[in-house]
């Protein structure tokens, strides 16, 4: 698969500050990658620095095999971004404020503009300061969308917006995927990674902890099973595997490592199960795993 | 009345708590340049200083610029009164641009930034923190008035009196509590804080044009005007303190109205209709220039109106100006004698005072790009194949043109009323005057490259730039009526241009003065393409 973005060994420090100790991923055509990681681990500045807004301090940086510092121009006629807080001018109104972006991106396309402004439900012709959160961030991804290109960048692009409206954006996002574009998507709203991403990028203090696909990540860590049976249910404990048991009666809930799956189920049929689930570990659980420990 | 100013008293002190060092600086710094300079003007009364100094200052154009005396004799003329003469206007002006500055930076600054939506959210009543605010202020102002009064006591100089004193240093804290209750009504009327202060600093603009007009020529028609009331006191000769008390009542009022005004209205809203927008943008916008203009347009007009305002006020006194020289004897003698006319003499001093105002415009234009990318305003555009040289290069270019129209506007506005007002003949033609104006197009160009500078290395220093400029500007307009050391003076850029038309021109200092700011535009640019934009870092 052709590698739209590639990053690797990328440091950048502010002053004493070290933002991003080691950086390295890559973003392929056709492919949703999912950027995650807590407030101030570096999701933005490592977005930043792919803009060629701010300069790395070593490591490479590249989009479409060319230089983010040296050769932004042209890598920035085929991207378009959306901020992570779309800061806008007061008195300028929205319908304005889209016009120029895609204006001054080029490529753009007037039909796809007017759909999506209905789409979205925004009102083009209130001025900007008058909007709220998630209507400023309309504006951005309506500029955004209604532009040709080859790379999206995402940053947190549906914090404030009401879940009907996360759902035409993630129309839009499957729409561009589907046509062979790659999409870089920070965000902290995991289940919506875990709905669009192929692959999951977990930063943590400036370092890349996690890459992997999301199935991949969820091998290397526990199913939970809620389970109630006819007969004792501790006798579950103390089998190799099994984590965090919790009995109430006849009912337990407990984590088990995948590769002991099958040995579990062995010794819960021999105690008559009347009620099984078992879950699959939530990006949140990967999340946490990865902040708390 | 409970629920409207609740706990404002919460939000007081945590002012006071929050603004200390601001308090401090503002008023030891306000404070000693109004009350410093006492042991200065006494040397300078020494001998035949006063006299020589009262008939300088009856000049109708002296007037305008700094304000009328009490005395009406030069016999009569002291210490004080010349003090209070020269000092206390300028001294009000600047607490009033202070304090109104302050006031809109609590209120409506704060309700733009979303922080008045917090608070309210407490127990805290929906005017508290008008409330608060306004008494930070009165009493900032109070301490300021005492300050003035004992720093001007202390050097024990005759004529300074006790009584004198205190009430110079309570002129100038009333002035401070005038400006600040025209902010508080202006930041209930404009729907944002940028127009709050515009509109203010507007209004105090006006006050002291229309101040300069009545001093002229019927200083009745002043005591009408509220920034009078400052001046009108005339500490150490009448010492009137009945202006205050009107400036004290008018203060109540203006409070109450805006305390109402502001009770009746929506957070976030003001009460200027606003109007629909397009929901297309205009061809006209569509580029990067295109985008500047707009964003630039409200500084650049209200600017460019002040500048032909200006112009056309102190070209008005020309005519004044030949009916005093006419019938004072002493000061035609002193002009006669150097050979020089007086209104060639005025019009290089006001040309070099009108050039530094208007450099106010071009440095706010490139700070302007700055204030943008703060902002995160520009953080899609930066994504965009648009390039930091096409940014940079479209501000200094519209700076550049704010500048050049800066200058003909002032100075054709003060050509065409100075040659209307003048009955008498006069060297002076409409040439001189475009001439000397754009004589002094380098030294607007050099604060461009100021600007320029830090926009590239050191962005944060932008407004740094301003201090500067307003250190040149008090050099020139005080610089003649005090006696300075040549090394001070020259410390001030514009001491280094040849000041048109008294002086002839000078391709020599013209050309170096616009060979370094060209210089300097190139250094910043060098830095602007090469830096870490601050987006929110």
Redesign the interface.
Known sequence: MEKVVELSGVQKS?GKVRALKDVSFTVNAGEVVGFIGPNGAGK?TTI?TL?????RDSGNATIFNMDVWKQS?DI??R?????G?????????G???????I????NGNKAKRDNLIKRFELD????A??YSKGNRQKV?LI??LSVESDLY?FDEPTSGLDPLMEAVFQEEVARIKQAGKAILLSSHILSEVERLADKVVIIRNGEIVEIGTLDALRHLTRTTITIETEGDVAVMADLDGVHDFNQTDHHAIFSVDNAFINSILLVATKLGVRRFEAVPPTLEDLFMRHYEG | MKEKFARWDILFFQYLKRDWKKILIWILSLGLFSSGFVPFFNEMSEGEGLIAMYETLQNPAMIYMIGPTSINSAGDYTLGAMYAHEMLLFSSLFAMIISALHVVGHTRKEEDLGLTELVRSFQIGRQANSLATIVETILINGLLALLIGSVMISFDAYTITIEGSFLFGASIGMAGILGATIALIMAQIMS?SSGATGSTLGIIGLLYIIRAGTDVTNIEFSKANPLSWTYLTFPFTENDGSFLIYAAVFCLVMVIIAFTLEGARDMGSGYLP?R???????QS????SG?FI??NK?VMISWLVAFAIMGAAYGSIYGDMQGFLESNELIRQMFVSTGISVEVSFTSTIMMIMIILVSILPIAVVNKLFNEEV???L?????????RSHLFWTSIGLSTLAGVIGILLASLSLAWTALSTMTQQSPLNLTSFIGAGLNAFPSVLFFIGLAALTLGWAPRWGKAIYVYLGYSFLLNYFGSILDLPKWVSRSALHSWVAHMPLDSFEIGSFTVILMISLCLILIGYSGYI?R??L???
């Open positions: 502010f933005s930043r803009l060629g807004i701010i300069k121009l920035h006629k991207i378009s971004y959306v901020p807080d779309v800061s806008l001018w007061g008195n300028l109104t319908g304005e404020i889209i016009d120029l972006f204006k001054l991106h080029g083009p012709r209130k001025k300061k008058s951005g500029a955004a960048i | 944002s606003e629909a927008g397009r929901d297309h943008a205009n916008l569509l580029s990067i985008l707009r964003l409200n902002q995160l305003h953080s899609q555009i930066f994504a965009t194949k648009v390039t090469r870490d934009l987006e929110g870092a």
